[in-house]
């Protein structure tokens, strides 16, 4: 077996396709539970690249973090699908008076 330093490939980001399981979460940490769990039982992803000496992990924290863009992507295609979002943006629009974006938090 060649060295995991000189293992091809093995920083590639692999391409991943929500599924029933993911999509179910209901928080963020589910969702990065999940995740992890999908990841560190992908044989080949394990069989290329090295395990941390310490947490075992075969993954990196850039992969954390697109798990986190992912999850916030998903959550805001869900609201978007469902009609929550347009409302939510009527509603804030009507309370600040229309001056600034629904976003910002007033004190």
Do not use: C
């Not at 920083?11 to 991943?16: E, V």
């Not at 928080?27 to 044989?43: A, C, H, N, P």
Request: charged share 35%; aromatic share 8%.
């Amino acid at each position: 077996m060649k060295k995991p330093a000189l293992r091809e490939r093995r920083s590639s980001l692999k391409d991943f396709q929500e599924t029933k399981w993911t999509k179910s979460s209901k928080t963020v940490g589910e969702y990065i539970f999940r995740r992890l769990s999908l990841d560190q039982s992908d044989k080949e992803l394990s069989r290329i690249r090295p395990r941390h000496h310490l947490s075992k992990l075969i993954i990196s924290s850039k992969e954390i973090d697109i798990y986190v863009k992912d999850y916030l992507r998903m959550m805001d295609n869900r609201t978007k699908s469902t009609g929550e979002y347009m409302s939510g943006v009527k509603r804030a629009k009507s309370n600040s008076g229309g001056t600034q974006p629904h976003y910002v938090i007033h004190s």
